[in-house]
């Protein structure tokens, strides 16, 4: 809730800053989600934004009113309601109290429906986008699988017993498939990473420039520094903060093997989640 009050009170050019830096450093840790985030944009425009508005205010509703019906004593026994139900009553009372709160219900199926549909559109075009990457590391598992099998196969067939044996081939076929699918993975985070850094450094350095030239600072340089008034397809200067930004978060990412060092990875443990499901959806 209060990241929430924080972004509607941010300006754009703050919030694209913000979002330019995440590309920068954790643009190939969260690859599959930045690109989920691209692709709702692209289909879901503005209404993606309303449609979230909405949920979030109708759940605020819901969430405020189940927290003051925990509180509720209504027989005066000092002891609240809810902890005197049963499962099957807390559960149809506090779904009451839901259905009670929610202000306009035609437009939260609306929006439920339209989010929805952008979520099914956001996972098929993933899907298709990194179809490639799927193909090529199945079809190199493919060609390896029987010369694993034929290496491998003799002591696996040993520690498993003859009544077991005849499930070799399927486990070596699994287990290169997914270290295959696991190697793709991590190729694709490299180049995702080095994309994303230069994307978040020009989303970093737009925004800065955005802020400058609405201050008026940009008129005050000298014409060999830059044209009046500043155009950032004709000048360098966008650039030279750019790609700095983009080496030092690739860097940053190259170095840490795209894992998260303590306490980000509790942070940001909500887009590692988010992260897994994407990847799961899009890659089985």
């Not at 694209?16 to 692209?42: D, H, Q, R, S």
């Not at 397809?233 to 170095?255: H, K, M, R, W």
Request: one cysteine or more; hydrophobic letters at 50%; a negative charge.
């Amino acid at each position: 809730k209060k990241l929430y009050a924080i972004y509607q009170i941010l300006p754009t050019n703050i919030i694209n800053m913000i979002f330019g830096v995440g590309l920068c450093f954790f643009g190939g840790t969260f690859f599959m989600a930045f690109a989920a985030v691209e692709a709702a944009k692209a289909l879901g425009g503005v209404d993606l934004y309303n449609n979230l508005r909405i949920v979030y205010e109708e759940g605020s509703l819901v969430a405020e009113a189940s927290l003051e019906d925990d509180k509720a004593d209504l027989d005066k026994d000092g002891t609240a309601d809810v902890e005197q139900m049963s499962t099957n009553e807390l559960i149809n009372h506090k779904a009451f109290v839901a259905m009670k709160a929610v202000k306009d219900p035609m437009r939260l199926q609306a929006a439920m429906v339209s989010l929805g549909n952008i979520w099914l559109a956001v996972i098929a075009t993933l899907k298709f986008q990194f179809a490639k990457t799927v193909a090529v590391a199945l079809g190199i598992a493919d060609m390896l699988s029987l010369p694993a099998v034929r290496i491998a196969g003799p002591f696996m067939a040993g520690l498993l017993g003859p009544d077991l044996n005849h499930w070799v081939h399927v486990i070596i076929d699994t287990t290169i498939k997914f270290v295959a699918v696991f190697v793709a993975s991590m190729i694709q985070s490299v180049i995702s990473a080095f994309y994303s850094g230069l994307r978040g450094g020009k989303l970093f350095a737009d925004g800065i420039f955005n802020i400058f030239t609405d201050r008026g600072w940009m008129d005050k340089l000298p014409d060999c520094i830059t044209s009046k008034p500043f155009d950032p397809n004709t000048s360098y200067l966008d650039e030279i903060i750019a790609y700095p930004v983009a080496a030092v978060g690739f860097y940053y990412q190259l170095q840490n093997g795209f894992a998260l060092d303590f306490p980000l990875s509790l942070i940001l443990f909500p887009c590692t989640a988010m992260e897994w499901v994407l990847r799961w959806q899009v890659y089985t």
